[in-house]
């Protein structure tokens, strides 16, 4: 039986079917049989292998993780041996850039070479362990290092592998970006200022920009779910995946504000636009980044059929995300709060300068952004304070083409003539 897509395929960050991404690791596997056995891990990489190798109770996840059968994953083939083999796969990853593909496309290979083992016993308690995290953090910001910098800019090329190509051209919709089009690699720097690109003016207008009741979207993203009456404290992590605002929002003391109110939930795909923008003008409360887990999965993930997006509400509660709290121009709607989540190789989350306590920000205003990965964001509202979302914000029914809403553009509207709280 081929198991339902998940989020990650839905987005393009990972193969449309198991069957690509598994073409894929037998792909990166047939490379490294010819790597030199000599040649040293970089040192992100060989401080993971040192972690777990010098305590038994890691050593013996990590081994587990590796001969345990994922669950929820239709695998064919195995495509891990040993942890060994895992490390030189990882530190390959962390030296390259995300290549363009029809077919086999990988936006997120470090998702991709770890997708066996993050779905199994052993990687359940495995990728939860704060030594781990603090390991897998040093990986990530080794592969923004080299991401951020010209060595990573050889995949913006004409092949067919790479994003000047017609193919990926037209998969990006890169004439809606700011760009050279005489330029060698489009006038950018490095890959993450490729991945980070700005839309051209006028492409993405705020909607209703002087109607402060009329919420708009934060990112360009496809709406996963909304959730009405969340609780202060839930089971974020069972099968029905409930949110939990104070873990969500990691203890802020607004969380008061939210509780009994709404949740709403979108991811960004691959391939499109991944800075962050205010939902409403209003002045800063806080902002700040919370460090969080990297590529932990909920127990439940695929094993419910009917539910092949399981671990993404999930993430929201675990994951390293940027959070805003801000206190809305209209009073009936008061506080807002955005998180902006990094799953799987989102290896930082980015505020943009200045942003901090006090700062005025109208509607629409860039926050910060992603960089590299999968990301979803989480929009909190207050009881009472939405009267009714867009269609286009209304998530759609998993076997459904997802439909993406524009950054900017209307995402909900809150009640007139009467104060939240």
Same mark, same amino acid.
């Given at each position: 039986?081929?198991?339902?897509?998940?989020?990650?395929?839905?987005?393009?960050?990972?193969?449309?079917?198991?069957?690509?991404?598994?073409?894929?690791?037998?792909?990166?596997?047939?490379?490294?049989?010819?790597?030199?056995?000599?040649? +040293?891990?970089?040192?992100?990489?060989?401080?993971?292998?040192?972690?777990?190798?010098?305590?038994?109770?890691?050593?013996?996840?990590?081994?587990?993780?590796?001969?345990?059968?994922?669950?929820?994953?239709?695998?064919?083939?195995?495509?891990?041996?040993?942890?060994? !083999?895992?490390?030189?796969?990882?530190?390959?990853?962390?030296?390259?850039?995300?290549?363009?593909?029809?077919?086999?496309?990988?936006?997120?290979?470090?998702?991709?070479?770890?997708?066996?083992?993050?779905?199994?016993?052993?990687?359940?308690?495995?990728?939860?362990?704060?030594?781990?995290?603090?390991?897998?953090?040093?990986?990530?910001?080794?592969?923004?290092?080299?991401?951020?910098?010209?060595?990573?800019?050889?995949?913006?090329?004409?092949?067919?592998?790479?994003?000047?190509?017609?193919? +990926?051209?037209?998969?990006?919709?890169?004439?809606?970006?700011?760009?050279?089009?005489?330029?060698?690699?489009?006038?950018?720097?490095?890959?993450?200022?490729?991945?980070?690109?700005?839309?051209?003016?006028?492409?993405?207008?705020?909607?209703?920009?002087?109607?402060?009741?009329?919420?708009?979207?934060?990112?360009?993203?496809?709406?996963?779910?909304?959730?009405?009456?969340?609780?202060?404290?839930?089971?974020?992590?069972?099968?029905?995946?409930?949110?939990?605002?104070?873990?969500?929002?990691?203890?802020?003391?607004?969380?008061?504000?939210?509780?009994?109110?709404?949740?709403?939930?979108?991811?960004?795909?691959?391939?499109?636009?991944?800075?962050?923008?205010?939902?409403?003008?209003?002045?800063?409360?806080?902002?700040?980044? !919370?460090?969080?887990?990297?590529?932990?999965?909920?127990?439940?993930?695929?094993?419910?059929?009917?539910?092949?997006?399981?671990?993404?509400?999930?993430?929201?509660?675990?994951?390293?995300?940027?959070?805003?709290?801000?206190?809305?121009?209209?009073?009936?709607?008061?506080?807002? +709060?955005? +998180?902006?989540?990094?799953?799987?190789?989102?290896?930082?989350?980015?505020?943009?300068?200045?942003?901090?306590?006090?700062?005025?920000?109208?509607?629409?205003?860039?926050?910060?952004?992603?960089?590299?990965?999968?990301?979803?964001?989480?929009?909190?509202?207050?009881?009472?304070?939405?009267?009714?979302?867009?269609?286009?914000?209304?998530?759609?029914?998993?076997?459904?083409?997802?439909?993406?809403?524009?950054?900017?553009?209307?995402?909900?509207?809150?009640?007139?003539?009467?104060?939240?709280?």
């Amino acid at each position: 039986m081929t198991a339902s897509p998940d989020v990650r395929r839905r987005a393009r960050w990972l193969p449309a079917d198991q069957d690509g991404l598994e073409a894929w690791l037998r792909g990166r596997r047939d490379a490294i049989a010819d790597r030199d056995p000599d040649r +040293a891990l970089h040192p992100a990489v060989a401080a993971l292998r040192d972690l777990v190798e010098g305590d038994p109770v890691l050593r013996m996840h990590a081994h587990e993780m590796i001969a345990q059968v994922p669950s929820g994953r239709d695998y064919r083939d195995r495509h891990l041996e040993s942890f060994e !083999e895992l490390l030189v796969l990882v530190d390959e990853v962390i030296t390259t850039a995300p290549e363009y593909s029809d077919e086999q496309m990988v936006m997120t290979p470090l998702d991709g070479v770890l997708d066996w083992t993050k779905s199994t016993s052993a990687g359940f308690a495995f990728y939860r362990d704060p030594r781990v995290n603090d390991a897998l953090r040093g990986t990530l910001q080794g592969w923004c290092e080299f991401l951020s910098s010209d060595k990573s800019l050889g995949v913006l090329t004409d092949a067919p592998s790479g994003w000047r190509s017609d193919a +990926a051209r037209r998969a990006v919709g890169m004439d809606q970006f700011e760009h050279d089009p005489d330029d060698e690699h489009w006038g950018f720097t490095s890959w993450n200022d490729f991945f980070t690109r700005r839309f051209r003016e006028g492409e993405r207008p705020v909607a209703s920009p002087e109607d402060d009741a009329v919420v708009v979207s934060p990112c360009e993203a496809t709406p996963y779910r909304i959730a009405s009456r969340v609780h202060r404290r839930d089971e974020f992590w069972a099968k029905a995946e409930p949110y939990s605002v104070d873990e969500l929002l990691a203890g802020d003391e607004s969380v008061d504000a939210f509780v009994g109110g709404t949740v709403w939930q979108a991811f960004l795909s691959a391939l499109e636009y991944h800075r962050w923008h205010s939902p409403v003008a209003g002045r800063i409360v806080r902002a700040w980044v !919370e460090p969080g887990t990297y590529y932990s999965e909920a127990d439940a993930q695929g094993t419910e059929a009917a539910e092949p997006t399981l671990s993404q509400a999930y993430l929201a509660h675990v994951a390293t995300r940027a959070v805003f709290v801000i206190d809305a121009d209209d009073p009936a709607i008061g506080l807002v +709060a955005v +998180a902006f989540i990094g799953m799987s190789d989102v290896s930082s989350c980015v505020i943009g300068d200045g942003l901090e306590a006090g700062v005025r920000v109208g509607k629409g205003d860039e926050l910060g952004y992603f960089q590299l990965g999968g990301s979803t964001v989480c929009v909190l509202f207050g009881p009472g304070v939405v009267e009714s979302f867009s269609l286009e914000a209304v998530p759609q029914a998993p076997e459904e083409e997802p439909t993406l809403l524009h950054v900017r553009a209307h995402l909900a509207t809150a009640r007139r003539g009467s104060v939240a709280g």
